[in-house]
């Protein structure tokens, strides 16, 4: 297998250009087998031993290793395919995890590349949903204090059956009860869902579930619009609108508590309701 590889490498071109002056072909990374790419892996890993960092040789080494290994960053990468950043991100910030397990990996110590190079680029990616799904800036101890308090949590909770009380959690961490408190506080801020987003129940958004056009804003937009107008009506005016809309009495009652006639009453009504609509059509 090795040698195969070995033979198959020299001859290809290389994904990011010729190589450079002393070093083989490399491969086009899509056409290698995950097989293949681990036993090429460590030959590139003992050639990386050899040469000096920052020269173009180190550079296409290294970032041949890369494009070999990207299959293992959309491995990582999948794990976290239910959470709201584009999946490109999060194999953009895998591929630093990566490329810092390149620079870290020791070929002496025995280990497969993989087995190493898989908790860093999973720890990276974790450091950036930690950093960036706060829906409100927190600072980092908070951020920090919020882990612990989960941990403890579900620590406490395995011990005494039940959920864990503040002062509980105060005594496992060594901190006070304010403490514990503005912790807690703060997860509130973790993170937050789009009134835009699916709901999880039914159909339309979380926006369109919990909340609806309410018509007695318009009611309450009208009355303080009409509010300076009525102040400018007569006193009978006034009085007749209030008896009518306030009280709810019908024309009739109106002439009888004021000593007027229906049709008086009816005219006085049709007057003073064209004077406010007048009135909130110039405001418009």
């Known amino acids: 297998m090795r040698q195969t590889v070995r033979t198959v490498a020299w001859r290809t071109s290389a994904p990011a250009g010729p190589a450079p002056a002393g070093l083989p072909e490399i491969p086009e990374p899509s056409t290698v087998s995950p097989e293949d790419a681990r036993v090429l892996s460590r030959l590139l890993f003992d050639r990386l031993g050899q040469l000096e960092e920052g020269t173009p040789q180190y550079a296409y080494v290294r970032n041949t290793l890369v494009e070999l290994n990207m299959a293992l960053v959309k491995f990582a990468a999948a794990r976290f395919r239910t959470r709201s950043e584009p999946m490109a991100d999060i194999i953009q910030v895998g591929t630093i995890g990566l490329i810092k397990a390149i620079n870290r990996f020791d070929p002496g110590r025995?280990?497969?590349?993989?087995?190493?190079?898989?908790?860093?680029?999973?720890?990276?990616?974790?450091?950036?949903?930690?950093?960036?799904?706060?829906?409100?800036?927190?600072?980092?101890?908070?951020?920090?204090?919020?882990?612990?308090?989960?941990?403890?949590?579900?620590?406490?909770?395995?011990?005494?059956?039940?959920?864990?009380?503040?002062?509980?959690?105060?005594?496992?961490?060594?901190?006070?009860?304010?403490?514990?408190?503005?912790?807690?506080?703060?997860?509130?801020?973790?993170?937050?869902?789009?009134?835009?987003?699916?709901?999880e129940e039914g159909e339309g958004s979380r926006g369109e579930r919990i909340g609806y056009e309410d018509p007695g804003m318009a009611r309450v937009e009208n009355h303080e619009s009409l509010r300076p107008l009525i102040a400018e009506l007569s006193p009978r005016d006034r009085q007749i609108l209030s008896l009518r809309f306030g009280s709810d009495l019908t024309q009739s009652e109106i002439g009888a508590e004021l000593g007027l006639s229906q049709m008086h009453v009816s005219r006085l009504l049709t007057r003073t309701l064209g004077r406010l609509r007048a009135g909130l059509l110039a405001e418009d």
């Open 110 to 199: 025995g280990l497969e590349f993989t087995t190493f190079a898989l908790p860093t680029v999973t720890g990276e990616i974790k450091r950036f949903f930690r950093d960036t799904s706060w829906a409100v800036r927190v600072p980092r101890r908070l951020q920090e204090l919020r882990l612990e308090l989960a941990r403890a949590t579900d620590a406490l909770q395995q011990e005494l059956d039940r959920t864990p009380t503040t002062a509980e959690l105060a005594a496992r961490l060594g901190l006070t009860e304010a403490e514990v408190e503005e912790g807690q506080r703060a997860g509130l801020a973790y993170s937050a869902g789009s009134l835009d987003a699916a709901a």
